[in-house]
Structure formats: C-alpha cells, structure tokens
C-alpha cells in the first residue's frame, strides 16, 4: 500500500512551547490529508482536513489557532501544537487519501506521540 | 452525520479459531467501509476493505461481509494466530460525496489470541 512517514514518532516538551509534526506521502501526491487524535484505549477523533494550496478544515471543537495546520505541497502537511498543555498530550495520526475517482482509500502514518510536562 | 457502532469491545479467542468483529452504521449514503489493524504504539493499518456494490470480500484469512439493508459489516479472521492480536477499527465513508476522505471509525475492538 501507500506509505505516509510522520516525523518525529515522539515529542516530549515543556508546557508553554510549540511543536511541529510533519506528515509526508513517500510515494504518492496528497492533495488532501487528515488529523487525527488518539488517547489511549480511545478511537480516533477526526481534527481537521488539510488541503494543498488552502486552508484547513477544522471539526467542530477543534481550536484552529491552537492547532495549525499547513499544506504546503502536495506530499507534505504540518501540524503545529502552539502553546503546548499536558492535555495536549496524544497520539496525533495523519492520514493521506489516495488520488482516484471515488477511491475513498486512507492510509496512515505511524502516529506521533506527543507528551507535554 | 455518520455514526459507527463497534462490538465488541473485547475478543479472546484461542490460536486456530475464528474471530468475528461486527459494525452498524446509520448513514445510507455510506458506500465504503475499510477495517484496520492498530499495533501499539503505531498508527492504523489498512487490512481489507469493501465497497457498497459488493457484499463479501476475501483476503487470505481476512474476510468482510457487508449487509446495506440492515446497514452492517463485520471482520472474520479465521485460524487466528497469535501475531494478529491487536486493535482493530471499523470505519465508515462516503468516498463519493463531499465527506470524501472523512473517515468515521468504531470505538475499536481489542482482539487477544492465546497460543
């Protein structure tokens, strides 16, 4: 299947500061990718769509200026925690839809744990 | 919008024998429905999936079954080994209409396999 690397796979930080999360497709264009968040033992809460070229659409809950997302090209979306709380602390996911009419088929990065002290 | 349902939340099964994980969704409009396979530590992985024209699929030891009518779809591992315990999600998408790409999984199903 398609491969989406995530960098880096674990973050610790000090509470106050921001990280950055890259999500690549390795070998494949991405015009739209997506953000997931996963606490433990829970599923995984969709947090916005990130599309090539726009901005970001965020679901319903989802601070923006809190997690900015960026879709700068077509194999590359960021995602930045600003301002970092331990209730920021997870495990952020990418996904990245592959091209085709109606495909529908996601595939997932390896996830980044982030922890926050 | 869509709703997933996922059971169980919990399967123990002993090596060699069959496993079933079941799903409902609510939105009709709903034509794909991948299954995933999440190891600890590590993001989804795609295992099978099924698309509303079709009602079985078969990969290997992976099989899904869709019922459109009663709006279900279920996972049958058989000879379960003890390598395919994990977490496995359900998801539900329509790949055709604006929500394309948004996935709405399951609470997820903890699937152990006991050598």
């Known amino acids: 299947g398609a491969v989406v690397s995530q960098h880096p796979s674990r973050v610790i930080c000090k509470s106050g500061t921001s990280v950055k999360i890259e999500c690549r497709s390795l070998?494949?264009?991405?015009?739209?990718m997506f953000w997931y968040r996963q606490f433990p033992k829970q599923s995984l809460m969709l947090m916005a769509t990130s599309n090539e070229g726009s901005k970001a659409t965020y679901e319903q809950g989802v601070e923006k200026d809190k997690f900015l997302i960026n879709h700068a090209s077509l194999t590359l979306s960021t995602l930045t925690v600003t301002s970092a709380h331990p209730e920021d602390s997870s495990f952020y996911i990418c996904?990245?839809?592959?091209?085709?009419?109606?495909?529908?088929?996601?595939?997932f990065g390896e996830g980044s744990r982030l922890t926050v002290l | 919008g869509e709703n997933v349902e996922q059971h169980p939340s919990t399967l123990s099964v002993q090596e060699g024998d069959s496993a079933v994980i079941k799903c409902t969704y609510s939105d009709s409009a709903s034509n794909y429905f991948p299954w995933y396979k999440q190891e600890l530590g590590k993001g989804p992985q795609l295992i099978i999936d099924?698309?509303?024209?079709?009602g079985e699929k078969k990969d290997q030891r992976i099989a899904v079954t869709l019922n459109k009518t009663a709006k279900h779809f279920s996972l049958h591992i058989t000879e379960t080994q003890p390598e395919d315990s994990a977490v496995y999600f359900c998801?539900?998408?329509?790949?055709?209409?604006?929500?394309?790409?948004?996935?709405?999984f399951g609470q997820g199903t903890i699937l152990t396999v006991h050598p």
């Open positions: 998801a539900a998408n329509n790949a055709g209409g604006t929500s394309y790409g948004k996935l709405t």
């Open positions: 070998d494949f264009q991405a015009t739209t």
């Open positions: 099924i698309r509303s024209n079709v």
């Open positions: 996904s990245a839809r592959v091209s085709g009419p109606n495909t529908g088929e996601l595939f």
